[in-house]
């Protein structure tokens, strides 16, 4: 009786997890689209191709995007924008960035790491919606869930903004442009080097070894002996080549010389159709 | 690190450089900041693969035990639970687990049975209740879209992903067995990926366990005995034994001695007398049974659950159980190309489970005889090791030398694939640099390698695996002589009136019979029952009713399925004439009419009766 009720309950359960699911499926859809057209309009808006394009052209334009944010193309995204970028912005002799423009970029890499991880928080957007409307899915959902949304979605931010910071402290620090000759009058002042390109060439190869070091540590040692058999092979190969040819030659000439003497077919028992077989009873017996 | 990650990476510096040279500060800030992000992105994942990657250790429970020495039964559904030792820190990355699958598991649905509440308020990172992985024939930009709501609908039970903060500690799935032989699971294939497919690493995480599996069977019921039990009067040469014991047959009266039980005097005849009588009834006589169970490679030949072989296990075991149930010893002949093994004859129910184990590894498949290089071989070869061997077809580890012979792209890319396959191959045998030309070179040795690798991993003996031989003719003949031989060792090591069933593919070799013949004579001359059990390849009866229906529109299937029993019919009546005329009984098809068939004989046996009428049942 007990094993029933339980049964039951069990059924009863997950006929109300089927019917939250199909809640949270229709939600999710209608929430994609929402989120996927406001993507596309915002980044849309920052090309700045689209100012004074027909409607056709600038849907056409939105859906190109849609399409690439959700075939998950962000390096498109970002080609696009770069490529709007040459073609608007002017020249200037100081690479130092304004602060419209750092806003800009902070908005741009904003949409495009959206962009990139539109599941995700079309996902966070979505749970939030149906906790708010499924009486069922608020008990189910765990707040848990969206304190790690919160979470994940604050260091995302942080990571951007600093990414952000970091290239903009670089591009103020680094003696390019206008910047070169102040670094130049710097360097003659203090007996410095001129150029850091040596200092530069010796971080870089430092920073090389430390990856292929890091690489080389991260494969297993299987990978590790493939990595030797194979450049052992290739360092041979035309040796080796050469062996396999001439051996293949030779098994060829012994297998032709060898179908002549294949042995003969099995005879066959002669077997008396009618009545009983007294030879092969008797041999059997014996 | 991606294709994706290298556009990504060279959009940036072209853009940065441009951004540079042109004076376009914005430009230059928004490409050095997405390479910088690219950048904070790779360390991210490089700190998951260095500290959190080794952390996955995963447990398999199979019908709540992790030990590989239980045994599971064909057609049976199986129990199986993962879990995950450590709780993972995740961020920016999913962990997709999938437990490899054998071969001779079907998957059936995932379970719901003591799930840690977090699969369930999930659903995006709970495995979906669907019956297998969805076809791809859906087209490309609706997989996109589907990837875009994050929904995994196409992903099979038996896969999971792990996200932060949504990991089920423990989950699971059943399956059924789909044959006798063994299960072996290999391991899980362990996925870690940036969340937007920028990074991604791929291993094989081997976790083996081999269970048994032993062969279904099938209580027949009640059968009706062909013979009538009193009153027999038996064969020349055939002698019953006369014994008085605890049967159910009426033997003889005899005088009241001290110590007989009360419920055996015959009161009436005592009555007659005048003095107490008691009845005393026939022993029950044992029977032995010897099965020979032919599983040349012909009968192994198709998918499990599918093979020939499978319905002379099922009938083996059902047959086994019966006698068992009845006290009568059973025996074995196995035979294939690897030789004869003979189980020797045990009663009781632990002889029943020492002949149900035989079975069960005489059911495993052995290395397929040689065949020479497909091209389907290196495909399926390829398939394999992309499953359990990512990490060797690693392009970073696996170099082979270019050609700048020009070939088409078709060509390259097999080319590419067959120096893979052979690097990775050298890598799993541990071959010599020479040995690893050779597979490059010496399409034979390749095949060889290639058929080991598939065998091995628990693909069945289906048309990549192995080729129709050049010895097409011969092999039968000597399959034939083979039976031949074993009927002669059951009947050397036979007693008297024993129960020889032979279970074998003869139809395809009615021709060629005289080669098995002159055995069976010779057991029937020694006074054995030889019944003989064919498995037709259409699982059923080559009955004489089937025929078209034209009143209706019929399938190619069905067309097929008829032609097939029509033929096979035509064979079973030559089959059954020369059988007949030789004194043994035929039946086709691993169905109950087979079990009876030779329970009436071994009734026959144990009655004395004469030779049964071997009908094509």
Not at chain 1, 129 to 141: Q, W
Not at chain 2, 84 to 89: E, G, I, S
Not at chain 2, 167 to 177: C, F, L, N
Not at chain 2, 267 to 284: F, G, I, L
Request: aromatic fraction near 8%.
């Amino acid at each position: 009786m007990s094993n029933r009720s339980g049964d039951e309950n069990r059924m009863s359960i997950s006929d109300s997890l089927e019917s939250i699911v199909s809640q949270q499926k229709i939600i999710r859809w209608v929430g994609a689209g929402l989120q996927l057209f406001a993507i596309a309009l915002s980044m849309e808006m920052l090309l700045g191709v689209s100012i004074g394009l027909g409607v056709p052209l600038r849907l056409f334009l939105l859906s190109l995007i849609a399409f690439c944010i959700v075939m998950r193309l962000g390096w498109a995204v970002l080609v696009a924008l770069q490529v709007s970028l040459i073609a608007i912005e002017p020249r200037q002799g100081a690479i130092s960035p304004y602060p419209l423009g750092f806003f800009y970029v902070l908005v741009a890499s904003a949409v495009i790491v959206a962009a990139m991880k539109a599941p995700e928080t079309h996902r966070f957007v979505t749970d939030y919606v149906v906790s708010l409307f499924a009486a069922e899915a608020k008990e189910l959902d765990s707040n848990r869930q969206f304190r790690f949304t919160y979470v994940r979605l604050s260091i995302y931010a942080i990571q951007l903004m600093l990414t952000v910071v970091v290239a903009g402290f670089l591009l103020n620090r680094l003696p390019i442009g206008l910047q070169a000759e102040s670094w130049l009058e710097w360097s003659r002042q203090n007996g410095q080097a001129v150029w850091p390109g040596a200092l530069l060439i010796v971080l870089m190869i430092a920073i090389l070894v430390l990856v292929r070091e890091n690489a080389w540590r991260q494969i297993l040692p299987s990978q590790a002996s493939l990595y030797l058999r194979s450049v052992q092979l290739i360092a041979n190969y035309r040796d080796l080549f050469g062996f396999e040819r001439h051996r293949l030659r030779r098994l060829r000439q012994a297998h032709l010389q060898g179908v002549a003497k294949t042995p003969p077919p099995v005879k066959r028992p002669k077997l008396r159709r009618s009545g009983r077989n007294d030879d092969t009873i008797k041999k059997g017996l014996k | 690190m991606t294709f994706k990650v290298q556009l990504f990476a060279i959009a940036g510096m072209m853009s940065l450089f441009l951004g540079l040279v042109r004076g376009q500060p914005v430009l230059s800030l928004l490409s050095l900041s997405s390479l910088l992000w690219l950048l904070t992105e790779w360390g991210l994942f490089v700190w998951h693969v260095r500290f959190q990657f080794p952390k996955a250790i995963l447990y398999r429970f199979v019908n709540g035990e992790r030990d590989a020495d239980r045994s599971l039964w064909a057609e049976r559904l199986i129990d199986v639970r993962i879990q995950l030792a450590n709780k993972l820190l995740l961020h920016g990355v999913t962990l997709d687990i999938e437990d490899i699958l054998p071969e001779n598991l079907e998957l059936i649905a995932f379970s719901t049975n003591n799930v840690t509440a977090d699969v369930l308020t999930i659903p995006s990172a709970a495995p979906k209740k669907s019956q297998t992985r969805r076809p791809e024939s859906r087209s490309w930009l609706i997989r996109g879209v589907q990837r875009f709501m994050n929904y995994r609908d196409d992903c099979p039970v038996n896969e999971v992903r792990l996200g932060l903060g949504s990991q089920p500690t423990e989950w699971g799935y059943s399956a059924r067995v789909r044959a006798a032989g063994n299960v072996v699971f290999s391991g899980f294939r362990v996925t870690l990926q940036s969340t937007h497919h920028l990074f991604r690493i791929e291993r094989f995480v081997k976790t083996e366990q081999s269970f048994r599996a032993l062969p279904s069977f099938v209580d027949a019921g009640e059968y009706r005995s062909l013979t009538k039990k009193s009153n027999v009067i038996p064969r020349h040469g055939v002698h019953r034994l006369l014994r008085s014991g605890m049967g159910s047959e009426l033997l003889e009266l005899k005088e009241y001695a001290v110590g007989d039980p009360f419920k055996s005097i015959a009161w009436k005849v005592s009555a007659k007398r005048d003095q107490w009588m008691t009845r005393q009834y026939e022993s029950e006589v044992p029977a032995r049974v010897q099965l020979i169970v032919d599983g040349s490679s012909t009968s192994r030949v198709g998918g499990f659950g599918f093979r020939l072989l499978d319905q002379m296990t099922f009938v083996a075991a059902s047959v086994a159980r019966m006698a068992t149930n009845a006290g009568d010893p059973v025996g074995g002949v196995l035979m294939d190309e690897r030789g004869i093994r003979r189980v020797p004859p045990t009663s009781g129910e632990k002889g029943f489970q020492l002949f149900l184990r035989s079975l069960a590894d005489f059911s495993v498949n052995p290395c397929p005889p040689p065949s020479p290089y497909q091209p389907r071989m290196l495909d399926a070869a390829w398939a394999l090791l992309n499953q359990r061997y990512p990490e060797l077809l690693d392009l970073k580890v696996n170099h082979f030398p270019f050609s700048i012979f020009p070939m088409t792209p078709g060509a390259r890319t097999r080319r590419r694939q067959r120096f893979l396959v052979a690097g990775s191959l050298a890598e799993i045998y541990d071959l010599s640099v020479r040995e690893h030309a050779a597979l490059i070179h010496d399409d034979s040795a390749f095949a060889r390698r290639l058929q080991h690798l598939l065998n091995s991993g628990g693909i069945p003996w289906i048309a990549p695996l192995i080729q129709p031989s050049d010895r097409r003719d011969q092999e039968p003949i000597e399959r034939m002589a083979n039976l031949g031989k074993c009927i002669l060792s059951a009947v050397g090591h036979a007693r008297d009136n024993e129960v020889i069933v032979v279970i074998s593919d003869l139809l395809n070799c009615v021709s060629i019979l005289e080669f098995v013949l002159p055995s069976v004579k010779l057991a029937i001359a020694k006074h054995h029952r030889v019944s003989f059990v064919c498995p037709t390849s259409t699982f059923l009866r080559p009955s004489r009713g089937v025929a078209v229906d034209f009143s209706r529109e019929n399938t190619t299937e069905e067309l097929l399925l008829v032609a097939e029993q029509a033929r096979l019919r035509i064979q079973a009546e030559q089959l059954q004439r020369e059988l007949h005329r030789c004194g043994a009984s035929l039946s086709l098809s691993g169905e109950k009419n087979a079990i009876h068939l030779i329970m009436s004989e071994l009734d026959a046996v144990k009655s004395g009766h004469g030779r049964l009428q071997g009908n094509l049942r």
